[in-house]
């Protein structure tokens, strides 16, 4: 069974950092894209973070560029992003998802994921 499961999140007050990890079963993650999304109470998912295939590819939101980063270890089934600096407005659930579609490049679509985890909270507050 394919499965993606986010783990990582939790409160942490501003300026803090967090690591996010998405473990991957069910597929071979070396075969996918990985992108990282959020959803704030009241807004539409978004893009964070999203990595190619190899690990030589990523793309970042303007809001997080500098103080996240993305990163997989194929070997482990396993993709991360560590967040540092964090803000208020950071404040979502955040989800990973497989594109198995894209070759070379990140995938910076949602519509293009095909396999979602569950999520996992993160709160910025002090």
């Known amino acids: 069974q394919l499965q993606l499961v986010e783990s990582g999140g939790g409160l942490v007050q501003p300026g803090g950092s967090l690591r996010l990890s998405c473990t991957t079963s069910?597929?071979?993650?070396?075969?996918?894209?990985i992108g990282w999304f959020r959803q704030a109470p009241g807004k539409e998912r978004e893009v964070v973070a999203a990595?190619?295939?190899?690990?030589?590819?990523?793309y970042y939101a303007d809001s997080v560029k500098g103080r996240f980063t993305i990163s997989r270890d194929n070997a482990k089934n396993t993709v991360y992003l560590q967040m540092n600096s964090l803000k208020p407005e950071d404040t979502a659930v955040y989800y990973c998802?497989?594109?198995?579609?894209?070759?070379?490049?990140?995938?910076?679509?949602?519509?293009?994921?095909?396999?979602w985890g569950q999520g996992t909270q993160v709160t910025v507050s002090s």
């Open positions: 990595i190619s295939r190899s690990g030589g590819r990523t």
């Open positions: 069910g597929f071979t993650l070396d075969y996918h894209a």
């Open positions: 998802a497989a594109d198995a579609d894209s070759y070379y490049y990140p995938t910076v679509s949602e519509r293009q994921y095909e396999y």
